[in-house]
T-cell receptor, first 115, second 118 residues
Framework: QQQVKQSPQSLIVQKGGISIINCAYE??????FPWYQQFPGKGPALLIA?????SEKKEGRFTISFNKSAKQFSLHIMDSQPGDSATYFC??????????????FGSGTQLTVLP | EAEVAQSPRYKITEKSQAVAFWCDPI?????LYWYRQILGQGPELLVQ????????DSQLPKDRFSAERLKGVDSTLKIQPAELGDSAMYLC????????????????FGAGSRLTVL
């Protein structure tokens, strides 16, 4: 059961451009939404995260936009750089009665930033 | 900077053989996770420990997979017998004790163990 749907599967942007990756979730119990960045041969690393009580969070060139009513959130990378080329995963975490809090990941977006 | 240690980094085995992966989480992290990541897909949770106790193993194929964290520190994931479909990256992650009903799951992942089953 895919609870977090991510798109696009791959994305190519020019250096200096804006990269946008979208995710949608189904479970209204989710209350924490991180984005992870993964380079080849490495484990995913936390990039930025948001809670549903805010609509936007910005850290440097990375911004999460959150739409609670639509159950959607997105990652925007401003002034994309070749070093940003990696796979990006959205994730969601929540707690339902009787279950442990855990992260559910999207399927990933492979970003390539051309020099 | 504290890291999650995993070994081996790469493992090639023939089907029906046994394989084992080891993980040493960040010191003080009570929660430990094993994820499986098939090439081109997102990580999928196999098992979650809080200290030495399993809190979720609902996605662990228990007929062939086992996991333990006997002293609540390092952990071992075993597959016996391995099947072709088990070829994947096995990721270990750890976090501080996760509150039951709210709070962030800030996971730190290891570099993973890549398994190839021939």
């Amino acid at each position: 059961q895919q609870q977090v749907k991510q798109s696009p599967q791959s994305l190519i942007v020019q250096k200096g451009g804006i990269s946008i990756i979208n995710c949608a979730y189904e479970n209204t119990a989710f209350d924490y939404f991180p984005w992870y960045q993964q380079f080849p041969g490495k484990g995913p690393a936390l990039l930025i995260a948001i809670r549903p009580d805010v609509s936007e969070k910005k850290e440097g060139r990375f911004t999460i936009s959150f739409n609670k009513s639509a159950k959607q959130f997105s990652l925007h990378i401003m002034d994309s750089q070749p070093g940003d080329s990696a796979t990006y995963f959205c994730a969601a975490s929540g707690s339902a009665a009787g279950s442990a809090r855990q992260l559910t990941f999207g399927s990933g977006t492979q970003l390539t930033v051309l020099p | 900077e504290a890291e999650v240690a995993q070994s081996p980094r790469y493992k090639i085995t023939e089907k029906s053989q046994a394989v084992a992966f080891w993980c040493d989480p960040i010191s003080g992290h009570a929660t430990l996770y094993w994820y499986r990541q098939i090439l081109g897909q997102g990580p999928e949770l196999l098992v979650q420990f809080q200290d030495e106790s399993v809190v979720d193993d609902s996605q662990l194929p228990k007929d062939r997979f086992s996991a333990e964290r006997l002293k609540g520190v390092d952990s071992t994931l075993k597959i016996q017998p391995a099947e072709l479909g088990d070829s994947a990256m096995y990721l270990c992650a750890s976090s501080l004790r996760v509150p039951a009903y709210s709070g962030a799951n800030v996971l730190t992942f290891g570099a993973g163990s890549r398994l190839t089953v021939l």
